[in-house]
């Protein structure tokens, strides 16, 4: 192959500039030309999204030549996960293009595009279209697509290991499947900073045949090691809890020094603690600023726009901030607490610098002792260059009916065809036809075993085989429930205005935090302390508060598990003394209390210790596999321990260890037995038939899958309902339908999702004929973490049906007239 | 922490001086006079949704009058009644599939004595499954009908508003009977029916405040204050 050669008037610009095009750059070019897709794996401001475009900007130069009146063809795809992102490339790109001279007409589409400007998108397409997943199933799923996407030449997808390993990026693998079909010559581009699985992506990028098949690997050049601290508080250090108060001082002065700093945070209710802390020490009156998912629209642009100006000094901030836009000169990226993962503390560093020759600098502030264990192996995978991310899987089935559903919606289409098209979706490589077929009959009329919907069909199949909606209805409202986002229900957040009635908006609050409010608690929101008042016209109203602390303790927001990679290193840290000198003293002494009272876990066995405490039992492991691991194991535990007449009455569950408490002594169980992988069977299938968790990942396939509808023309049901519908539903279905493919799609995704039943199972695998148990007189200092987390957490599954007897208690109490 | 202990263990509970038993299902039994009521069935909702484009799974009707059967073979009722909104639609005899039919008119015929009470959903219950259709009727000391009447006097039993109740510190709201003693709103008995918190305005004023609420849980049926209700 000959050397790729870069355009004259490009590499005057490059030189123009004082820059020569990157090996990397010239590489995606070369990979163009030879017609081949490619995935481009560089660090932040290293020219990524550069080297995605060159080649479009070589192909279009050309094409723009032919003057403004040339016609209107769509050339290139980009698609990102975020409307910001696509808005914010799209305004980068104007720069070389502007400079160039090149005439092209570069438009975005997002969820906000106004209905005029999409029907002229349509009529006349730009030369690139910036965009999201969604909007190109919304694509797929309308009539005459084809003929919009027939010029296509290329399609870039940035971030892609954000979008890969989940729904979305099925849905996306999904979508350009389609294009393939419709653009044959269309090759594709993948961007991303962080890849830990790069065969893994690079698969996913490309059209799959009969033989795995692989997009081209670029690398661009890796710039300075980070430089990454770690806050050793001259503070106590908490045994647990989130909140990293002890080192706010410590952190607000690292504030100080910076130029502008993003502190990331990993739930909406630190974000919002973390604000409210540094304003209490923000004697400077430091401009810090808050940013997160939940606050109002403006007032987040407004927050982007004031760090874009250089008006900022600090944004507190959650993964919102996490990928590629700049809104400023960051110079240091604080982590409050631990990273959870090292692909997401690269991600985040690259927030910060974003020069190559300079280092980007980070400060991890561990909000407790365990935390500071994570951290250092956090900060040495880093060192290290190992990378974590999420794992790829196989594509899920409630999407793949969306996307049917859609198909036959925009366009007739045959099953064969259509069979052939998803496969070639590397997640669907595996699907076999008779999982096809039963999609197939689902999205037509429901695929029940009762036969009694033929006559309400949603997709009907003609007498040559075409499948298509039965009526333009069905394809509206298919378009308008389009994606695979499932918010959880949110009501907004008012300021009681006069007359009672809602005022200014300061947000979004998840609908089950404001059920268990009653009017008068108070509680932090939006950088401030409010006060319930009520719900009226589905929001919640509130007022400002003069209550220095909120009663009620900040909502949940999303919680990321800790990395299986990081939990290793971990592990493999805490078991050996020789490494414990880069720890606090304080930590230090919290191992070597615990190695001299019982025993440190090592890197390849599970520690199980058993102790009594105030006339209850416990049992204590530490598995190290996550939180959402924990509770899994938690669950089917204590079924276990009840059968053997141990009567377990409640289980705790933290990142590292889980407590299961009872009335009877534990020590003497047989622990290979009760820790057996066997538990991942029957007790397992019996667990989660009637488990919550269950019930809410049925309900996110019967919407993703079209089964439930989110949004009807005219009117949307209220989330509520939806929500008390979709556990109905589910009852019935397992009881009179429990091989439903609906069923089945949801069981998957419990498994490697919420449950994370796959990790489980990996680690059981793991500690089996490993298990060192050890019977103590009192509670151990690797226990005293989860034994606070007691009380703290909501209490699951079998002890729910505790709570009522419980309450009931209170009326007789009541009726006895002591209550 | 308390053990789930109430198992099997039967609340008996008085209203407006007439003693009454609630069931898992979701019937209120009325020993006095040998009757079980009912409220709400919603009878093929599922077909209802599929007619109009959501293609729910069509089993609700065939659960429901499980349900039924499973409620009359405990208590042996001589008399059933439908508290209205029995059929979720006028279509609903137009759908229902043959089988559940036959069912349904056979749980009829099974009792000496069925009434259907008039619903807003089903004004004219079909005729063809037996029984009699009235709008309302009294039980000793109990007056029947489907929808609430604002300031009727003590001892209404009704249905229409579908009660469920969220316990403190339980994550998931659960169908309730509603009541504060003198009167009650029976939780819909359908499988698709959905449920109204008991602290929402609609139900409210019925009592005047928010109500207590018979839970139902696995197990057992759990009488919890409205101090102790959230949601």
């Not at chain 1, 790069?198 to 692989?214: K, N, S, V, Y």
């Amino acid at each position: 192959m000959s050397a790729p050669i870069l355009p004259d008037r490009f590499s005057q610009w490059f030189a123009s500039r004082g820059w020569q095009a990157r090996p990397h750059q010239l590489d995606m070019i070369g990979a163009a030309g030879a017609g081949e897709d490619a995935l481009l794996i560089a660090p932040t401001g290293g020219g990524k999204t550069l080297g995605g475009f060159l080649p479009s900007l070589i192909d279009l130069a050309d094409v723009a030549a032919e003057g403004p009146k040339r016609p209107y063809r769509l050339h290139t795809l980009y698609i990102s996960p975020l409307k910001a992102l696509s808005v914010d490339v799209a305004r980068n790109l104007m720069i070389p293009v502007e400079e160039i001279g090149l005439d092209l007409r570069i438009e975005t589409r997002t969820g906000d595009t106004p209905v005029s400007k999409r029907q002229r998108q349509r009529d006349k397409p730009p030369d690139i279209l910036l965009t999201t997943p969604e909007q190109l199933a919304l694509f797929c799923a309308s009539p005459n697509a084809r003929a919009f996407f027939a010029d296509l030449k290329r399609i870039i997808v940035d971030e892609i290991h954000a979008l890969a390993p989940q729904k979305r990026g099925d849905l996306l693998s999904l979508g350009m499947a389609t294009l393939a079909q419709w653009a044959p010559e269309a090759r594709r581009a993948g961007l991303s900073a962080t890849v830990s699985d790069e065969g893994g992506l690079a698969r996913w990028l490309t059209p799959q045949g009969d033989a795995p098949r692989f997009a081209r690997i670029v690398r661009g050049m890796e710039g300075p090691k980070p430089q990454i601290n770690i806050l050793s508080s001259r503070e106590r250090i908490p045994w647990s809890g989130h909140s990293g108060r002890h080192a706010m001082g410590e952190v607000y002065e690292a504030i100080r020094q910076a130029r502008l700093s993003l502190i990331f945070v990993n739930t909406r209710s630190q974000a919002e603690h973390t604000f409210q802390e540094l304003w209490r020490l923000n004697d400077d009156g430091l401009a810090i600023a808050l940013h997160h998912g939940s606050l109002a629209v403006e007032q987040r642009r407004k927050v982007e726009a004031a760090m874009a100006a250089g008006k900022l000094k600090a944004v507190v901030c959650t993964s919102t901030l996490d990928l590629g836009i700049d809104w400023g000169d960051v110079d240091l990226v604080i982590q409050m607490g631990a990273p959870k993962g090292s692909a997401r503390l690269i991600q985040r560093l690259g927030r910060s610098n974003h020069r190559l020759d300079e280092p980007s600098r980070a400060l991890l502030a561990p909000a407790n002792r365990f935390e500071h264990l994570e951290c250092e192996a956090a900060r040495a995978a880093v060192a290290e260059g190992v990378l974590d991310g999420e794992p790829l899987r196989a594509g899920a089935l409630d999407v793949l009916a969306q996307h049917m559903t859609g198909r036959a919606c925009g366009e007739p289409v045959k099953a064969d065809d259509l069979f052939a098209e998803v496969t070639a979706a590397a997640p669907y490589a595996a699907l076999t036809r008779a999982e096809f077929d039963n999609l197939m009959q689902f999205c037509s009329n429901g695929g029940y075993a009762l036969d009694s919907y033929e006559r309400f069909r949603r997709l009907i199949c003609d007498r040559e085989g075409f499948w298509k909606a039965r009526n333009a209805r069905v394809a509206q409202r298919h378009r308008m429930n389009v994606g695979t986002i499932i918010e959880a229900e949110m009501l907004p957040v008012r300021l009681k205005g006069r007359g009672g009635r809602g005022g200014r908006s300061l947000g979004e609050v998840e609908e089950w935090f404001i059920e268990q409010l009653a009017p008068g608690d108070t509680f932090v929101f939006a950088g401030e302390i409010l006060e319930f008042q009520g719900i009226a016209e589905n929001a919640a109203l509130v007022t400002r508060s003069a209550d220095p602390e909120p009663k009620v303790p900040a909502y949940q927001g999303g919680k990321f598990p800790l990395s299986t990679y990081l939990a290793k290193r971990v592990r493999e840290i805490a078991h050996d003394p020789a490494q414990w000198h880069v720890l606090p003293d304080q930590v230090q002494d919290w191992l070597r209390l615990q190695k001299e009272k019982s025993r440190l876990p090592q890197p390849d066995d599970l520690l199980v210790e058993t102790f009594p405490k105030h006339g209850k039992f416990y049992l204590v492991c530490y598995p190290f596999e996550g939180r959402l691991a924990h509770q899994s194991l938690g669950m089917l535990l204590t079924r276990r321990l009840e059968r053997l007449r141990l009567r377990p009455t409640g289980f705790v569950a933290n990142e590292y260890a889980l407590a299961v408490w009872g009335l009877r002594n534990m020590a003497d169980a047989d622990m290979d037995a009760l820790f057996s992988e066997d538990m991942l069977g029957d007790d397992l299938d019996a667990w989660l038939a009637e488990s919550p968790l269950m019930k809410r990942t049925f309900k996110q396939c019967a919407i993703i899958s079209g089964l439930i509808e989110r949004r009807l023309p005219g009117h949307e049901k209220t989330s509520r309902q939806v929500t008390f519908s979709a556990d109905l539903i589910y009852d019935v279905l397992r009881e009179h339908d429990p091989d439903h493919i609906l069923l089945q799609a949801a069981w998957r995704d419990a498994a490697t999702g919420l449950l994370d039943i796959r990790r489980l199972g990996e680690a059981l695998k793991r500690v089996k004929g490993h298990i060192h148990s050890i019977d103590l007189e009192r509670v151990s200092p690797l226990a005293v973490p989860v034994m606070l987390e007691i009380g703290r957490e909501a209490v699951y599954g079998e002890a729910q049906e505790s709570i009522l007897a419980d309450a009931a208690e209170d009326l007789v109490s009541e009726m006895m007239g002591d209550g | 922490m308390a053990e789930p202990a109430r198992k099997a263990e039967e609340l008996t509970g008085s209203l407006n001086g007439v003693a009454v038993v609630p069931h898992l299902t979701g019937a209120l039994y009325v020993p006095e006079f040998s009757a079980l009521l009912v409220a709400d069935l919603h009878l093929e909702k599922g077909s209802a949704y599929a007619a109009s484009g959501q293609l729910l799974p069509p089993y609700d009707t065939r659960k429901t009058i499980g349900r039924l059967a499973e409620a009359i073979a405990h208590f042996l009722p001589e008399t059933v009644i439908a508290l209205g909104d029995s059929f979720h639609d006028l279509g609903a005899d137009n759908r229902i599939h043959d089988a559940d039919a036959d069912r349904l008119a056979a749980l009829v015929r099974s009792v000496s004595e069925w009434v259907w009470i008039e619903g807003n959903h089903d004004p004219q219950p079909p005729a063809r499954f037996g029984g009699i259709t009235r709008p309302d009727m009294t039980l000793g000391g109990l007056v029947l009908r489907h929808e609430p009447v604002p300031g009727a006097a003590p001892g209404e039993v009704c249905g229409h508003l579908h009660p469920a109740a969220k316990v403190v510190g339980r994550s998931r709201r659960l169908r309730c009977f509603a009541t504060d003693g003198a009167r009650m709103i029976l939780p819909a008995f359908g499988a698709y029916a959905g449920g109204l918190s008991v602290r929402d305005e609609a139900i409210k004023s019925v009592f005047g405040r928010c109500p207590d609420a018979w839970v139902i849980g696995r197990d057992a049926i759990y009488p919890v204050p409205a101090k102790r209700l959230v949601g």
